[in-house]
């Protein structure tokens, strides 16, 4: 008898399905291709010789130590000059003992679903928002209550409407998941007016804001908005951030900055999870923080991003249709396209791999299936020239579409 | 108002609890202390040159992907050579992709748990077993049905007789967990027989077995006994391993072997649960295998452990009482000890800790709360002379305890 799987796996098992999305970005691998679609880091960005050193001090240091077990909530040291850093430049009051170290933040996505998340609960998320996230979530069974995001980030009259509605109907949210900064997908930023009232928002309903912010050190212009936490009192925010952007993704480092009640939760989650977060990376970044390394890395960082934005906006203003809209983000990664209602970018998607250009399409980041006239742009990882020949190569597909749709339109009147 | 969380945890949330255990370890830390409680490898077993042979060679050849996110199913070349190494040396029929890289074997634990069990689902382990699986199967609510190990591991009959009971029942278990060689914590192997027949039951039943072999390769005398998985023929076995015992916990590598509707699963959920194992560690651990260091360094271990081991044996012998017992390992790092019923090893802990030496009190390792008169023992971490002297701090403590229950039955005796 061979095995029976479906009598096995558990219901969220069966639920699980692989993410068509990735399934396209496969198309992105094809020689000649220009991916505007990932979400990866700049290879430029990252500090090789920099790591090299810390790893010499560790060498030196702490060889024993970084090649054993360590403690599920990380290494003491990290946390101390994380919390330095945090309370320091985002404000936020904060000691060792408030943050953990994760496996990449995905994770602490995955421990705010196990710890939180029940069958059927609601969560309240941006739409769009980061996939990651909603993969997270679904993996728990959460359902969604997607709400627009406006030029300042979640819409926060959305937001108050229905959670009176959800009241009414006797459905109380777990918690309002937001990127407020450089928002993966759509470059936006909520603005500290709208920070303020969210947090307010947040405290009448009792709930739990989760501020995820991997982006907030990658700002090119202007102030940083202070992170939601910086204005929590009360222990409502979960903040949660990565190494990824401003050292490199490849040695799975985030945090959680959060009250003691929860982190002991994740603390045990995480236990049961993976033990603890690797300690010889866990080092590495100690001794980056620790050396004075990343500031200056982070300065060149945002130079490299800032310079790429622009060689993107310049390609967009050169060759995109005037009907074609987009984000303008004063940092991160990403920017976003919204085209006219009739562009479907699920259905111009071959159109586009066919002139080797690859990008998201937007519905991919609205739980509620909606958004099929919007894409991600990608501006970090290629370099300029790229940037700008993948932009051409885009507007060629999306004139190509556009003049389809034209044409179907006039032989439709010439029927009619 | 401050967050009622009560309100928002999830069930299996609420039910987690601190491991009373990790608490009493944490005495392990005093001054002084001789700890045989831990699970750590011997930091003399880390290849540190070669570890930083391997780095050098990460920065000549592959630094850019290192640095970068990798695929969830884990780097193909690690998984390469990995497949090659199962083939060859433990006869596992398998190629690079019935194989991913986990972050350590707890977090195949936590996929099991995630993709198997519902709240209530019934999984058969041994009594003991192994701590750290107990609790990610328990974080996901299961039901355990814990049945006796004996010295040929895994009682088989035990298994054939409540099986029958369950199916009588219509209860269905998801899967039969097992550590067949040098188990954590009794280090008791399962024999040839022993294992052909566990193959058999679970065909007979269609379950899943789970196998778990940190330990395999640190076999100290005598052949290794096949895994259970190099019988296997029709994707019922889920094989588990780890790097931490065989290279350095600290990269936080395991990997899994199984068939492929099964990994497709385990894939998905990992996606959800952090996107990727830490490249960095990852091309570690390929430059390790493909340098042909492994093997020289395994030789190295086995000596390391077996000679540690006999220092325990050797100062059991000389010291520990006739009617206490213990188990004598062929390989792995740990002894099980089983005292006269009336010794509590609970109990006794606190003057064991007085005498400046810790243990893991044995019903730790049962999911049934039974084996109050056991402990376990580790011989890897500590040094030849530590082991000595912590063998005899702890017969001491025993000796006190057999003698405060002789005087305690002799006062019983004079009042009656």
Redesign the interface.
Known sequence: ?????D???????MK????EIRELLKLTQLPGMISLAGG??C?DA?P?EV??EC?EKI?DKH????????TTEGLPGLRKVLAARMSEKKNIDCEFHDIIIT??A??A??LL??????PG?VIITGAPTYL?AS??F???EANFESLPVTDDGLDIKSVKRNLKRLQRNKI?P??IYTVPSFQNPSGVTMSLENRIELLEVA?EY?L?IVEDDPYGELVFEGDAIPPIKSLDR???VIYMSTF?KIL?????LGWIIA?E??L??FI??K???????????QYIAYEYIKGGYLDPQLDKTRKLYRRKRDVMLEALEKYFPDNVKWTIPRGGMFLWVTFPKRINTRTMFKRAIGKKVAYVVGDAFFPDGSGHNTMRLNFSYSDDEMLTEGIRRLAEAIKEEMASFDLEETIMAELI
């Open positions: 008898m061979v095995v029976n799987l009598r096995l796996f558990s219901r969220r098992a699980l399905k692989g993410s990866l880091p290879p990252f090789i790591i090299r790893i060498f060889i024993l130590n970084a090649l054993q077990y360590g496996n990449g995905q994770q996505l995955n679903g196990f710890t939180f998340i029940e609960d990651g993969q997270a679904h993996a728990f109380f777990k918690f405290s009792d739990i009360k222990g409502r990824s490199a993704p490849g040695f799975r009250s009640d929860i002991n939760k045990l989650a236990q049961s999870a993976d033990l603890c977060t690797n300690p010889f990376g």
